[in-house]
């Protein structure tokens, strides 16, 4: 989705080392939510954000914190990468999109960790 | 907690034929919104269609429509005329207040 960014789109890292992702929209929403995707699991949701500065867990939580201190960017922190998170990430706002008038999730592109 | 499931972990049809994805889900609210995505090789997740639950109507967007069973927490895609751009893996979403709940994903392959 072109008003959805994330960074890095792909990052290699070891054991203990910390990671932040970043996602970054465009569009104002309020809404933003971090997922990881694996097989057999399809997505789950880690943490997501109401607001800057407002943020709430999700399934899959431990491990990771998130931050909003503005409301085009919300951050996603591995504080010390494990094996078990390597994964694709995906970055996702909820709003409402003038061409289809609805209310849904729509996602960035994703990222790739791998945690060696 | 809301569950959502998708029983067919693979799926295939033949080129112009008609398919149809399952997804039940589990919820004790009234009040929520059910969606389908694909999500093709280039790992871009996509909206296929969306379904709010007060409406008995059943979604369509071009070739591709539900059948909303609310009674039985039921919703599955149907694939109309199906294309080779169809292959991709779907997922089938619940929303319920703020968050969204995935199922595991159906990956569909397009035989020409």
């Known amino acids: 989705d072109a008003g959805i960014t994330q960074s890095p789109r792909h990052k290699v890292t070891e054991t203990g080392t910390p990671v932040t992702l970043r996602c970054h929209q465009t569009e104002n929403h309020r809404y933003m939510y971090w997922y990881r995707q694996d097989p057999g699991h399809g997505l789950r949701l880690i943490h997501y954000s109401y607001g800057v500065k407002d943020t709430d867990k999700g399934e899959v939580s431990d491990g990771y914190s998130v931050s909003r201190s503005k409301t085009e960017d919300f951050l996603l922190t591995l504080e010390s990468a494990t094996s078990s998170q390597t994964s694709v990430y995906f970055c996702?706002?909820?709003?409402?999109?003038?061409?289809?008038?609805?209310?849904?999730?729509?996602f960035g592109p994703g990222t790739r960790l791998t945690v060696l | 907690a809301q569950t959502v499931t998708q029983s067919q972990p693979e799926m295939s049809v033949q080129e112009a034929e008609t398919v149809t994805l399952s997804c039940t889900y589990d919820t004790s609210e009234s009040d929520y919104y059910l969606f389908w995505y694909k999500q093709p090789p280039s790992r871009q997740m996509i909206l296929v269609i969306r379904q709010e639950a007060y409406k008995q109507q059943n979604a369509t967007e071009n070739r591709f429509s539900v059948n909303f069973q609310k009674a039985a927490k039921s919703f599955s895609l149907k694939i109309s005329d199906s294309q080779l751009g169809d292959a991709a893996m779907y997922f089938c979403a619940y929303r319920g207040g703020n968050q969204f709940y995935f199922g595991t994903g159906t990956s569909l392959t397009v035989i020409p």
């Open positions: 996702a706002i909820r709003g409402t999109r003038t061409e289809t008038g609805t209310d849904t999730q729509y």
